[in-house]
């Protein structure tokens, strides 16, 4: 059965620095795809950046990049020159890909809070 | 009015009531999703549609109903509910099953409490 693990409950940071929040899985199917979301106060969750296990490189997405480690199955998002505006709680998901083409099961980690300081 | 909307924001109701919350997209999707989040919980899938056609129920208690009328509109009729389903009920959509890099695209939630 997949899963996600997010290890990290609360992480703080300050304003400028680089951070990085860790995200392992586990899943026994060949293709998939993973996910980082934030969600701010306010409840929405908002897309940030997707790998695909078969992708080459590793996904960036503005100051947002994924450290993409697949034999030890490990996505960890990397926040590069943090703003106060960061500061949200932030999911790592999973979603099972194979048998020619996606499935719709996203699953989600526990989360982490992030905070960034001035 | 675009991405995906859900009414009502706030909704407190008595165990003995009977509500429905509302979920509309505007991307074109295919495929949308209640979820269901608790404090410190994993988001819990609820419910999947693809194509108006319900294709997941994540074991989840009859006292929620889902209704996909179109691939737009996503409802989830509610009723005799118990405390512990006070939760943050966010609806999603996306391109659908065989997309890949297609991210599910999330509403605001609706915050329900039980009393």
């Known amino acids: 059965a997949q899963k996600i693990t997010q290890t990290q409950p609360g992480m703080f940071v300050q304003e400028k620095e680089a951070v990085t929040l860790d995200c392992t899985y586990d899943t026994s199917d060949p293709s998939y795809g993973l996910f980082w979301y934030k969600q701010p106060s306010s409840g929405e969750m908002i897309f940030l950046i997707y790998?695909?296990?078969?992708?080459?490189q590793n996904a960036t997405e503005g100051r947002y990049s994924l450290n993409f480690q697949k034999a030890r199955k490990s996505a960890n998002l990397v926040i590069s020159a943090s703003q106060l505006g960061d500061s949200a709680m932030y999911f790592c998901?999973?979603?099972?890909?194979?048998?020619?083409?996606?499935?719709?099961?996203?699953?989600f980690g526990t989360g982490t809070l992030l905070a960034v300081q001035p | 009015e675009t991405g995906v909307t859900q009414t009502p924001r706030h909704l407190v109701m008595g165990m003995t009531n009977k509500k429905s919350l509302k979920c509309e997209q505007h991307l074109g999707h295919n495929a949308m999703y209640w979820y269901k989040q608790s404090a410190k919980k994993p988001l819990e899938l609820m419910f999947v549609y693809n194509f108006k056609e319900q294709t997941e129920n994540n074991s989840v208690p009859s006292r929620f109903s889902p209704e996909c009328p179109n691939s737009s509109h996503l409802f989830l009729h509610l009723h005799t509910l118990q405390p512990e389903d006070s939760a943050l009920y966010l609806c999603a959509s996306s391109q659908g099953p065989g997309e890949r890099n297609s991210p599910l695209h999330f509403g605001n939630g609706t915050r329900l409490t039980v009393t």
């Open positions: 998901a999973m979603r099972e890909e194979s048998y020619g083409g996606a499935t719709n099961k996203l699953i």
């Open positions: 790998q695909g296990s078969y992708d080459q």
